[in-house]
């Protein structure tokens, strides 16, 4: 089982980016984006159930970010719009079939994307 992330860069603020993730080997419920920033906990972003498409994210990028998938292509993507100094991290997608916030929730992980907003 792989997950290979993809899309990160540099660009300035209120700019936008689009993160993919591409899961080989098997195919999860849920999929999700987490990020961790310089001295800071790997936190959650998005997740969305392959499935059904339902969707959830936190807080701080509700109406900027957007999580979307392609079930043939066992991929998700996020789409990050408005983007802020403050959205500088890794990018991390994950996969498991346990629905939840938390890291411990999720049992595959890519290999992180870096994505700088310079101000």
């Known amino acids: 089982v792989q997950l290979q992330a993809s899309g990160g860069g540099l660009v300035q603020a209120g700019g936008s980016l689009r993160l993919s993730c591409v899961a080989s080997?098997?195919?999860?419920?849920?999929m999700a984006w987490f990020r961790q920033a310089p001295g800071k906990e790997r936190e959650f972003v998005a997740r969305?159930?392959?499935?059904?498409?339902?969707?959830y994210y936190q807080d701080s990028v509700k109406g900027r970010f957007t999580i979307s998938r392609n079930d043939a292509k066992n991929t998700v993507y996020l789409q990050m719009n408005s983007l802020k100094p403050e959205d500088t991290a890794v990018y991390y997608c994950?996969?498991?079939?346990?629905?939840?916030?938390?890291?411990?929730?999720?049992?595959?992980w890519g290999q992180g994307t870096q994505v700088t907003v310079s101000s």
């Open positions: 969305i159930t392959m499935s059904g498409g339902l969707t």
């Open positions: 994950a996969a498991g079939d346990t629905l939840g916030a938390l890291v411990s929730a999720y049992d595959y």
């Open positions: 080997g098997r195919t999860f419920r849920i």
